[in-house]
């Protein structure tokens, strides 16, 4: 073997060797790439690493079968790790959960509920949309899972608010909403521009072509010469919708063309909606799994083998060893069993990980009492009929509330089908957690009723049957999300980003996509790269 003699020549061996990870930690303990700089991509192990290097792959327990475990022990079979998943639940995807029929779950408080959808019908009762920049559209290509269409935002769905002034109340269609909030808006800031309110900050030539940017994106009128007061008015748009649709002949239509009055819209609140479908991660267009959210989670099990996940396994002890982990959990009958390991990657959520015992140091026990757990819940209501097509025109999308229901989701599957199934309410917070104080049939109860103000009877009399989750009281989850109230108080959140001793740690909640797939996928990356890079320096 050739030995090194220059520092290029070095670092070349090194990437052979220990692939893109170690090459990269090795620049920066060199001074040679800035510590701030961004990861290289990711690059999966290979079992030429191995073979090339002359080193043997380890073994490594993984807790947990969600999706950052499951992309975890994927991701280290490809270079041949012996992979073993424990999982305490009976299937895979942890919060990644498609409720269908016969879906059975018994809550911490001891409260069963069995699912009869039926006709197909199934609540993805965890996550339930991937936009389309995600890592999670590239790990659905690669393991084959078939993607449609998610409407995340729907013109013909409604804004509603209670206790909001004159509209109060009151189902106002999103393009209702969003044509006159522009409109108003557009006015306001068209009569203060060419007031001369903006002088200060804009050219003559400016200040014209944000004017007939305005008169576009606002609909409203133009200049009118000696009148301020009549000059760029907003008096309503075909943009609102029709009244009666155009049609043959001399149907013309008649547009909704007078808007709702300025303080009536400003009172409504229903403009601090609309920037919501702007958001990084919420910009159409976004995607679903055909069948359900849960065909990623069975599909990285398919990939990782079904021979290497053992469901019902409750972990009751994590151990360093030195030389490796030892993980006692609980077998078939409740029997204790013992598992070694190499490595650990645990990815349980850190409230539940705090309360299993464990050796693990005192700065990573202290790491993860610190992220807040939150709240949040989602009820699946099965209905007769789709009435939100055949009655008010709405194909998928998402009605906006301040109800404590706060959202109604329409399916974006199954359309002009017999039945159908709509998110009842998908909440957060302090309305998550009233709801999740209520048995399963007084959540529908309440559910039902608010809906109702919205859609009238038929919400209530078409139903035929629901099912409920509050992940507050869903075992082996405690929680939807977390949230940190820092990332660099204490040092927490950077504690768990590295390994204690043999243990390393990953999950959405230690990613910049908190609540997202996402974000675990990407958690799971850096610690297998991590891992490896570990492995590879050995």
């Not at 009723?449 to 035929?464: N, P, W």
Request: hydrophobic share 35%; net charge neutral.
């Amino acid at each position: 073997m050739t030995i090194p003699t220059t520092r290029r020549q070095f670092l070349q061996a090194v990437g052979v060797s220990g692939g893109a990870g170690v090459l990269y930690g090795t620049m920066g303990a060199l001074g040679l790439a800035p510590a701030a700089q961004a990861a290289p991509p990711f690059r999966a192990p290979d079992r030429s690493d191995f073979t090339l290097t002359g080193r043997s792959a380890r073994s490594v327990v993984v807790l947990g079968a969600g999706i950052a475990g499951l992309a975890t022990a994927y991701e280290l079979g490809k270079a041949g790790y012996r992979v073993q998943i424990l999982e305490a639940r009976t299937r895979p995807g942890g919060r990644n959960w498609t409720v269908r029929a016969g879906t059975t779950e018994t809550d911490l408080d001891g409260q069963t509920q069995r699912a009869r959808f039926n006709g197909g019908q199934y609540l993805n009762a965890g996550p339930a949309r991937i936009a389309q920049h995600m890592v999670t559209l590239d790990y659905c290509r690669e393991l084959g899972v078939p993607i449609e269409i998610f409407g995340n935002q729907n013109a013909d769905a409604y804004y509603v608010n209670e206790n909001a002034g004159a509209l109060s109340g009151q189902p106002i269609r999103h393009r209702e909403a969003k044509a006159d909030v522009y409109g108003y808006v557009s006015e306001l800031l068209a009569k203060a521009t060419d007031q001369g309110a903006l002088d200060g900050h804009l050219t003559g030539e400016d200040k014209e072509r944000l004017l007939e940017f305005l008169r576009g994106f606002g609909a409203i009128g133009g200049r009118v010469a000696g009148d301020p007061a009549a000059s760029w008015k907003y008096t309503g748009t075909n943009r609102r919708g029709y009244e009666v649709e155009p049609g043959a002949g001399f149907e013309a239509g008649t547009p909704k063309l007078t808007p709702y009055p300025l303080e009536d819209v400003l009172a409504s609140g229903v403009g601090r909606y609309i920037s919501f479908e702007f958001g990084y991660d919420q910009a159409m267009l976004m995607f679903q799994p055909v069948g359900g959210m849960d065909r990623i989670a069975y599909a990285l099990e398919e990939a990782v083998g079904r021979r290497f996940v053992t469901y019902g396994a409750e972990v009751r002890s994590i151990s360093n060893t030195g030389s490796g982990v030892t993980v006692v959990y609980d077998g078939p009958g409740g029997r204790p069993r013992t598992v070694t390991a190499d490595f650990c990657v645990c990815t349980i959520p850190p409230q539940v990980l705090a309360k299993i015992p464990s050796n693990l140091t005192q700065p990573v026990r202290d790491a993860l009492a610190f992220p807040v757990p939150n709240a949040t819940g989602k009820i699946g209501l099965q209905y007769r009929r789709r009435w939100w097509e055949q009655d008010e025109n709405i194909y998928s999308g998402i009605t906006n509330t301040n109800l404590d229901l706060a959202t109604i989701w329409y399916p974006s599957y199954g359309y002009h089908g017999t039945k159908g199934l709509v998110v009842g309410y998908y909440n957060f917070g302090a309305n998550a957690q009233s709801y999740a104080a209520l048995t399963h049939a007084e959540r529908e109860a309440r559910a039902v009723a608010q809906g109702v103000k919205i859609h009238g009877e038929k919400y209530r009399t078409e139903l035929e049957t629901s099912f409920s989750v509050a992940w507050e009281r869903t075992r082996y989850s405690e929680g939807g999300w977390v949230s940190w109230p820092s990332r660099t108080s204490g040092g927490h959140y950077g504690r768990l980003l590295e390994p204690d001793d043999r243990v390393y740690f990953a999950g959405d909640h230690l990613s910049h996509y908190i609540a997202w797939q996402a974000g675990a996928f990407e958690s799971a990356r850096k610690v297998v790269t991590d891992l490896h890079a570990r492995v590879m320096s050995c």
